[in-house]
């Protein structure tokens, strides 16, 4: 499991091998793809002719899956405007956005929105006031640990207009009252005497976006923050303070009657290290992660616990109903959902130093101490992987490939016959042994979330 306090070089070597990018790739440079599609080789045709000396087209961070260039009818006149991202090399922190329209056959330049920092933190487009058109929300990140200023633009009259202008260290939109419109959630930390983490709300009001409520958690700070589903019928806001040096809680907040509430106890959800809520068993309702040290491990520094994730649903009331566990390591980017049957009876180990050799999961009975190895996870290179295939097969060893992922050959080695385990512990352990394509269903590929 990746931990804050440990260092963003190993967690940027490695990625690099896990994406078989360059070291330190910059998204301008990921645009250089073996081809193109004819329409975006159209996009970028059109929106060259406009852009800056020294600029160069770039890549919005968030929402994952963005790309230089979009296409969408921005006025509402039944044709697409074109959206093009760049950054320019010479201006040092000038970066910007193009807006084309179609006219005569020709495309033309209708706006130029610029802004300054390091990268486009976020770029998309969303209805945020309610009129069936699209707004352009784009983020501009300056250097790590500052905050990042968002823009919102409506587009009028062939122009685009600023509509909303926060700093944010996190937003998320939604529709949280169920009326149509979706709300925009702020993050941020504050400059008071004693900072601490805002939580702003804004509403749409006569197409304009205005504060309609904000909470304050005194002495905290900004995580991240998310609107989702709370359960099948009713939205939330998902917010995750940090506390101290590494630890976190996350608050389930709700607008009831123009007010925001908070429904949880911070000590109900406290954990050692951030972990942003998601909908980690995919049924369309978020979940509240806390992590805990597996057993064995609770005189390890916390750097080295291999801490497990456990998942939590809201229960309707104030408190929080357990879904599944899961070990998820955010460096080399996978997870694998720990089987029901194993709670309560397993530990995890990493073994450091060594990717090749991942993490080992084992039965530990009624105790702490490992008794027998349930499941070893590997994870190759590829360029070793031959070489290590002939190990697995000299030494009789049962494995499955789990997949590939940049550079990296991930397989689940499965244990030896042979343990000392007899009587009720044996047959208990036995009862645990997953088959291959049990294994394949607990594994999967994740991205970061940090």
Known sequence: MIRKIKSGITALLISSLLTGCNFMQSPMELLKQPSMDVSQAEMKRAAEQFLPTGSQFTIPLKPSGTGSFRQADLDGDGSKELLAFYKNLQAGYEMGALILKKEDGKWQLQDHIKGLGQSIDYGDLQDVTGDKKPE????????????????????????????????????????????????????????KEIPSAELHLYQAVSGELKQTAKLEYEGGYPAGVVIGQASKDRKGIF??????????????????????????????????????????????????????????????????????????????????????????????????????????????????????KGVEFDYIGKGKMPLAKLLT??????????????????????????????????????????????????????????????????????????
């Open 136 to 191: 352009l929300l784009v983020g501009w990140s300056g250097a790590d640990g500052y905050e990042k200023e968002l823009e919102i633009y409506s587009f009028q009259d062939k122009k685009a207009k600023r509509i909303g202008q926060y700093t944010y260290n996190s937003f998320s939109t939604g529709d949280l009252d169920e009326d149509g419109k979706a709300e925009l959630a702020v993050l941020f930390r504050n400059n």
């Open 377 to 450: 996870l590997h994870i190759v290179p590829q360029n070793k992987w031959q070489e290590q295939e002939k190990e697995f097969k000299k030494s009789q060893a049962p494995y499955i490939v789990l997949g590939e992922k940049g550079q990296m050959v991930f397989v689940g080695v499965f244990p030896e016959k042979e343990n000392k385990l007899s009587g009720k512990p044996l047959q208990e352990y036995q009862e645990l042994l997953l088959k291959q394509e049990q294994v394949k269903e607990q594994f999967e590929f994740i991205s970061s979330p940090y």
């Open 239 to 356: 917010v995750d303070i940090g506390e101290g040096a590494h630890s976190a809680v996350t608050q389930l907040v709700f607008l009831e009657n123009n007010t925001l509430r908070n429904v949880f106890s911070q000590s109900r959800t406290f954990k050692p290290y951030s972990l942003p809520s998601e909908d980690v068993d995919k049924d369309g309702v978020m979940e509240i992660g806390i992590m805990y040290e597996p057993p064995g491990t609770e005189q390890m520094a916390m750097a080295e616990i291999p801490w497990v994730n456990r998942w939590y649903k809201w229960d309707g009331k104030d408190g929080l109903l357990p879904v599944l566990e899961e070990y998820s390591n955010y460096i080399f980017g996978y997870r694998f959902i720990i089987p029901q049957n194993w709670i309560g009876k397993f530990t995890v180990k990493e073994i450091e130093d060594n990717p090749e």
